[in-house]
T-cell receptor, first 114, second 113 residues
Framework: AQSVAQPEDQVNVAEGNPLTVKCTYS??????LFWYVQYPNRGLQFLLK??????LVKGSYGFEAEFNKSQTSFHLKKPSALVSDSALYFC????????????FGAGTRLAVHP | NAGVTQTPKFRILKIGQSMTLQCTQDMNHNYMYWYRQDPGMGLKLIYY???????DKGEVPNGYNVSRSTTEDFPLRLELAAPSQTSVYFC????????????FGSGTRLTVV
């Protein structure tokens, strides 16, 4: 079955430190992977995607993600966290069944402390 | 450019009532989706549409109905509301080609009491 797992409900990090939000996936065929961010009382905003090519993908707001096929992972990273990065982060994979349907993980709450 | 617009933002329903959640997009996207978001559960696909007149069920369609009479509009209908339908509902759209990403609306928070 196709699925996305975000093993951490919450990640806490001090401002200025690097952050990592973990994501693993299970999908048939080549994975199309996405990260979205949700700020309070807002819809989800696209951060970045991996379709093909370089394993390190750069996205919005200084975020990047590393695709690792052997570990079936797509971890979100940022070299230096900001308090304003505090939000709910969702990893998603495109459903192999087509029609650009996305399967979302449960979400990870990132808290960046001053 | 408004993107994806959802109305209402908040609603309280009594058990057994019905309502329609509205979703409109102005990007001429062919693909549209309805998801519900429950705490700790991520987003679950309710229904989707790949064009006017074409809709199909997602992972959790029971208790909901949709229609797609125009490219712009994709309303979600709740019949006989139940407490289990208390959730935040998001509408999204996509070109379905090239970028593959979604544009989301700001959501409708629904409480059934």
């Amino acid at each position: 079955a196709q699925s996305v797992a975000q093993p951490e409900d919450q990640v806490n990090v001090a401002e200025g430190n690097p952050l990592t939000v973990k994501c693993t996936y299970s999908v048939s065929g080549n994975p199309y992977l996405f990260w979205y961010v949700q700020y309070p009382n807002r819809g989800l905003q696209f951060l970045l995607k991996y379709i093909t090519g370089d394993n390190l993908v750069k996205g919005s707001y200084g975020f990047e993600a590393e695709f690792n096929k052997s570990q079936t992972s797509f971890h979100l990273k940022k070299p230096s966290a900001l308090v304003s990065d505090s939000a709910l982060y969702f990893c998603a994979v495109r459903d192999a069944g087509g029609y650009n349907k996305l399967i979302f993980g449960a979400g990870t709450r990132l808290a960046v402390h001053p | 450019n408004a993107g994806v617009t959802q109305t209402p933002k908040f609603r309280i329903l009594k058990i057994g009532q019905s309502m329609t959640l509205q979703c409109t997009q102005d990007m001429n996207h062919n693909y549209m989706y309805w998801y519900r978001q429950d705490p700790g559960m991520g987003l679950k696909l309710i229904y989707y549409s790949v064009g006017a007149g074409i809709t199909d069920k997602g992972e959790v369609p029971n208790g909901y109905n949709v229609s797609r009479s125009t490219t712009e509009d994709f309303p979600l209908r709740l019949e006989l509301a139940a407490p289990s339908q208390t959730s935040v509902y998001f509408c999204a759209s996509s070109t379905g080609q090239g970028t593959y990403g979604y544009t989301f609306g700001s959501g409708t928070r629904l409480t059934v009491v």
